[in-house]
């Protein structure tokens, strides 16, 4: 759960369908949700996923210059490479709340 967020700030919507199996996955997840979380320019994030696959993740950041700076993370890329074996399909959405 978000703390109260002070505008203006960006979210990060990652929109995801799993496949099956998902081995690692959640052990890969849970991780890059941990480094996210200390990530200059984190304000936190919400997630949800139904037990068909389905999952939202939102994260909440300061600026864009924070967002890119996650996007190149070399453990966050090496991860990012993995999404195939993961993901049937995915979008990412990024939007200014002002």
Request: proline fraction near 3%; avoid cysteine.
């Amino acid at each position: 759960m978000v703390k109260k967020l002070v505008k203006p700030y960006y979210t990060v919507v990652f929109v995801s369908k799993l496949k099956e199996p998902t081995e690692g996955y959640s052990i890969a997840a849970n991780k890059m949700m941990e480094m996210a979380s200390s990530q200059p320019g984190f304000l936190g994030a919400d997630s949800v996923r139904d037990d068909y696959g389905l999952g939202i993740t939102v994260s909440y950041w300061k600026d864009l210059d924070s967002i890119h700076s996650w996007k190149e993370n070399k453990e966050h890329m090496l991860v990012q490479e993995k999404s195939g074996q993961w993901y049937e399909n995915y979008s990412i959405h990024i939007g200014l709340v002002n």
